[in-house]
């Protein structure tokens, strides 16, 4: 069992809330430009969200061999349903949830082998 530390905090300067505040705001309106069909929006989109993607893969998936193989098809999903995001919403958590589904499919299919 974990027990939370009283003693531990999580203090962010009014910067860097600041900072993380207009990141998402310029990936929301990225995400937007993307999801009307500009090419360049989607390849610089998919450029910053890289990181943020390797990590939610390397949670789910075990096997590093197959990671390379499940990062492509987690970009190549992430465009597709991208026509279905609704832009009045945050990016990131509707970016993690189709992350998360795509990895969780692709271990599936590995599996079956």
Known sequence: MF??????TFELSEQKIEERRKNSDS???LAEKAKNGCIQSQEELLER????VEKYVRKYLSNMGYFD???QQCRFHLLKTLCQYDTS????P???IVV???TLNFIRTQNKW
Request: glycine share 0%; proline share 8%.
């Open 27 to 29: 990936l929301n309106k």
């Open 69 to 71: 193989d499940c990062m």
């Open 100 to 102: 998360r589904n795509c």
């Open 89 to 92: 919403k945050p990016f990131i």
């Open 3 to 8: 027990e939370i530390n009283p003693h531990v």
């Open 94 to 96: 509707w970016m993690t």
């Open 49 to 52: 969200i890289e990181r943020l």
